[in-house]
């Protein structure tokens, strides 16, 4: 039975230290998820919505560093890719979009565009993993990406902890709220549909 136990945690324990701050980037999404649902249950306490941005931050410097890690102990791997872009997707993707709703931005046609967004998103990852080899030059390194990278969608978030900050959330969020037919849509929303856009064009954008 030990044994048993040994080999299902073999995966784990495979896991170099790259592996380990991936792991620590999706864990703060899935962290800011939960601070932004606490906001939607309690609406008063803006400080939840605060502590979800600032945690979509904190996956971001975890982004940066895991790479950082495994070029300097020369520990790249399919499987840390993989990993990158699963943390991804929980981070600069769906933990955005549910950020977004928490502050106010849920009316159908907001729905339909985070939706959007989020499907860009995980469209981009999946782009970049199956071209990366193609695009790598001699050096094995990718020279430049294909559309903005994920990541970027910090900057979205960014702008709801400036308006959380400054109290314009819910029924004060900048840009007020339109009815499309019988459904509400707040002209905030368009900043998802364009990074989602941006994310899936094939605009070249030169790698550091």
């Known amino acids: 039975m030990l044994i048993a136990m040994a080999r299902r945690f073999s995966m784990i324990r495979s896991f170099h ?3 380990w701050i991936t792991v620590g980037n999706s864990l703060c999404g ?3 998820m939960f601070a932004a649902v606490s906001f939607v249950q309690t609406p008063t306490q803006e400080w939840h919505l605060l ?8 996956a971001l410097v975890f982004d940066i560093l895991d ?8 520990q790249g791997s399919p499987l840390g890719r993989e990993l990158d872009s699963l943390a991804d997707a929980i981070s600069f993707g769906a933990a955005p979009a549910v950020i977004a709703y928490a502050a106010g931005m849920q ?7 985070l939706l959007f967004f989020v499907a860009c998103g995980v469209s981009r990852l999946a782009r970049f993993n199956v071209t990366a080899e193609e695009m790598a030059g001699d050096d094995g390194k990718v ?3 294909e559309g903005t990278p994920i990541p970027t969608s910090v900057l979205l978030v960014a702008v709801i902890a400036i308006a959380t900050w400054l109290g314009d959330i819910g029924d004060a969020l900048w840009g007020g709220m339109i009815l499309v037919g019988p459904w509400q849509f707040h002209p905030l929303v368009l900043m998802f549909a ?13 790698k550091p």
């Not at 790479?67 to 020369?74: E, F, P, S, T």
């Not at 009316?107 to 565009?113: I, S």
């Not at 364009?194 to 030169?206: V, W």
């Open 17 to 19: 230290l790259a592996d």
């Open 30 to 32: 899935m962290g800011a």
């Open 51 to 58: 502590i979800a941005c600032v945690l979509i931050v904190a």
């Open 67 to 74: 790479g950082k890690v495994a070029r300097w102990r020369h």
């Open 107 to 113: 009316g159908l046609w907001d729905r339909v565009v």
């Open 143 to 145: 020279s430049y990406y």
């Open 194 to 206: 364009i990074s989602g856009s941006l994310m899936i064009s094939t605009f070249r954008i030169p």
